[in-house]
């Protein structure tokens, strides 16, 4: 990966349950983001935390950020079958960087 | 709403060979990227743009070449293909630097 390692690689859970993935990164960044993607398509966003930002929510996503670790985590509440996808973290580098740095991704199962 | 449309969705080639993919962004979108995706790969950052100028390049190959023209859209040339090229090919746009990215559907490179 070009950024870091998330964690765990897969995971498999039960509808209902709540799901949680971490990612770590290299660098400064600007701001971090979490994208889905369903196999072989393109990839969805989710949401965006800046640098200055420790949580934000969305609906049943909550997204952390301790930029001390270099490391986010993105929990999924109340799971659904339909959440089955790989999700990717995302690092914009700080000091005008144009780009977002992927990392290594989670794939998500969940069964009904 | 629009979103960012790649073509051809499929291509088949043969070593040696030169491929061409186009990238449509979001209308008032000002960034494009590239990305270059493998299987059970993430995705890795080829070459951004904004405002039609370059803007970032990552670890894209001297045999590829990207630009984009004044109606913004945009193109990734690859010459002599090799087999290791066969990949998912990304374009994303973003309505402004570092915000989120929407990512087209992707071409499917493969090179035999």
């Known amino acids: 990966s070009q950024q870091g390692e998330e964690d765990p690689q897969a995971l498999s859970i039960q509808e209902g349950e709540n799901a949680t993935m971490n990612c770590s990164y290299k660098t400064s960044i600007n701001n971090l983001q979490w994208y889905r993607q369903n196999s072989g398509r393109g990839l969805v966003h989710l949401i965006l935390?800046?640098?200055?930002?420790r949580e934000k929510h969305s609906g049943r996503l909550r997204v952390t950020l301790d930029t001390s670790k270099k490391s986010s985590s993105l929990l999924i509440t109340a799971s659904r079958a339909a959440d089955t996808a790989s999700y990717f973290c995302a690092t914009v580098p700080s000091g005008g960087y144009n780009k977002l740095i992927f990392g290594a991704g989670t794939r998500l199962a969940v069964h009904p | 709403a629009a979103g960012v449309i790649q073509s051809p969705r499929h291509l088949i080639k043969e070593k040696r060979e030169t491929a061409t993919l186009k990238c449509y962004p979001i209308p008032r979108h000002d960034t494009v990227y590239w990305y270059q995706q493998g299987p059970g790969q993430d995705p890795q950052f080829l070459i951004s743009?904004?405002?039609?100028?370059?803007?970032d390049k990552g670890s894209i190959p001297d045999r590829f070449s990207a630009q984009q023209f004044s109606d913004y859209h945009s193109e990734l040339n690859m010459s002599s293909l090799e087999l290791g090229d066969s990949a998912l090919y990304f374009c994303?746009?973003?309505?402004?630097?570092?915000?989120?990215?929407?990512f087209g559907q992707g071409t499917r490179l493969t090179v035999v």
């Open positions: 994303a746009s973003s309505p402004q630097v570092n915000t989120e990215a929407f």
């Open positions: 935390i800046r640098s200055n930002e």
């Open positions: 743009f904004y405002e039609k100028m370059q803007s």
